[in-house]
């Protein structure tokens, strides 16, 4: 019987762990598929994706993965950074601070943001 390797993942590698805060990135449309209307400069560049939510599996920095957004929406890409901060600089998000809003609206008898959004395409 052969033996499967594991795919090789460099020295010190973590592990992401499946419901951590993470974002992604994927590229939406590569060069020369923008709408003619377009500038001729930004057409040379891809239309990119970069979005946050909760990691869906267990999974390496720099894997395809699938993740939830905050709104429930599942979204595909190439996991780039866990835990990101936010661009303004204030400071890094908390994770105990992340789940207030679905906590808020299932508080109020409305039901979870996930189970409101079922049935969506992704």
Known sequence: MAKVL???????????????YVQIH???????????????DTQKVPLELRIKGYLDHDAFLGDEVTITTVLGRKVKGRLVAVNP???HSFARP?????????EL???LGVREVREA????EP
């Open 6 to 20: 594991d795919v090789a993942r460099p020295e010190g590698a973590e592990r992401v762990r499946a419901g951590e």
């Open 26 to 40: 994927s590229v939406i449309l590569k060069p020369g598929e923008r709408a003619p209307q377009v500038p001729e």
């Open 85 to 87: 901060p936010y661009p």
């Open 94 to 102: 908390v994770p105990e601070l992340l789940h207030i809003g679905e």
């Open 105 to 107: 609206w299932r508080l």
């Open 117 to 120: 959004r079922e049935g969506d």
